[in-house]
């Protein structure tokens, strides 16, 4: 299958008062369409500045990006991102939120507005597109953030810690969710997190990296023995707990 994202010998160095401060080194990575791949690293390691590198906000000192085969020299439509916090607006109901990206890309068409209507009662949303994020619960403000990032039909997801504000029970939940979501819209994902089980459970290879300067240690390809797997399914499989043991060691989470 032909790759959507390439890495070509990514490196970054961030120029501080302190000094240079070397983030990324040597990232070479190929992810193939409709793939998931998640990337675990310890605190700091760059997995965000990763992710900012993908989606064009911010130019690697070295290296280079390439998306369907073209060299990514700044934001492209053909990536969403979705982030820890997820950004609603306070003010606005949850359609008009899901509609941010479009009204900013001057792109709110008839058919845009039917597929954000679309979206919002395929995932059990459409009740509550006329309510404000205030009255929605984590999980549901999640999924929300998460329309609004398809509604502008990107081919490519970034996901940066995007469950890591939801308490334990949500996450595991909304871990299912967007997992579904993902697969039936027939997204590719590239998801950071410093959280292994999550990385396992939702993932179809994990890419371990190593501390600041982060560079790929190893590579994970995951397949449980399921016919379907489903991240909450996935963790109770025997199979788990071999990549968790694994992945653990080699984070080297010990200082
Ligand atoms: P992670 O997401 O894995 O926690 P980040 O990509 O956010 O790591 O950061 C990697 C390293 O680069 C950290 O040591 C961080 O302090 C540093 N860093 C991130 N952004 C900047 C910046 N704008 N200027 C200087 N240093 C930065
Ligand atoms: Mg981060």
């Known amino acids: 299958m032909k790759s959507v994202v390439e890495l070509h010998n990514i490196g970054m160095k961030y120029q501080s008062l302190n000094g240079e401060i070397p983030a990324l080194k040597n990232i070479n990575l190929k992810v193939r369409e409709g793939e998931f791949v998640s990337t675990v690293g310890p605190s700091g390691c760059g997995k965000s500045t990763l992710l900012s590198i993908v989606s064009g906000l911010l130019r690697p000192t070295s290296g280079s990006v390439l998306v369907d085969g073209e060299m990514v020299t700044g934001p492209t439509k053909k990536i969403g991102y979705m982030l820890q916090k997820d950004h609603l607006f306070d003010w606005r109901t949850i359609y008009q939120n899901v509609l941010l990206g479009l009204e900013i890309q001057k792109a709110v068409t008839p058919e845009?507005?039917?597929?954000?209507?679309?979206?919002?009662?395929?995932?059990?949303?459409?009740?509550?597109?006329?309510?404000?994020?205030?009255?929605?619960?984590?999980?549901?403000?999640?999924?929300?953030?998460?329309?609004?990032?398809?509604?502008?039909?990107?081919?490519?997801?970034?996901?940066?810690?995007?469950?890591?504000?939801?308490?334990?029970?949500?996450?595991?939940?909304?871990?299912?969710?967007?997992?579904?979501?993902?697969?039936?819209?027939?997204?590719?994902?590239?998801?950071?997190?410093?959280?292994?089980?999550?990385?396992?459970?939702?993932?179809?290879?994990?890419?371990?990296?190593?501390?600041?300067?982060?560079?790929?240690?190893?590579?994970?390809?995951?397949?449980?023995?399921?016919?379907?797997?489903?991240?909450?399914?996935?963790?109770?499989?025997?199979?788990?707990?071999?990549?968790?043991?694994?992945?653990?060691?080699?984070?080297?989470?010990?200082?």
């Not at 994020?133 to 502008?152: D, E, H, K, N, W």
């Open 112 to 255: 845009a507005r039917e597929y954000a209507q679309r979206l919002l009662k395929t995932y059990g949303l459409s009740e509550f597109s006329h309510k404000y994020p205030s009255q929605l619960s984590g999980g549901m403000r999640q999924r929300a953030a998460l329309i609004r990032t398809l509604v502008t039909n990107p081919q490519i997801l970034l996901l940066d810690e995007a469950f890591s504000a939801l308490d334990y029970q949500t996450r595991l939940a909304v871990n299912d969710d967007i997992y579904d979501i993902i697969k039936k819209e027939n997204k590719t994902a590239i998801m950071v997190t410093h959280d292994i089980a999550e990385s396992i459970s939702m993932a179809d290879r994990v890419i371990v990296l190593t501390r600041r300067p982060g560079a790929i240690k190893s590579c994970h390809n995951i397949t449980f023995s399921v016919d379907k797997r489903t991240p909450l399914s996935s963790r109770k499989m025997p199979e788990f707990q071999k990549y968790f043991e694994q992945i653990w060691k080699e984070l080297d989470v010990h200082v």
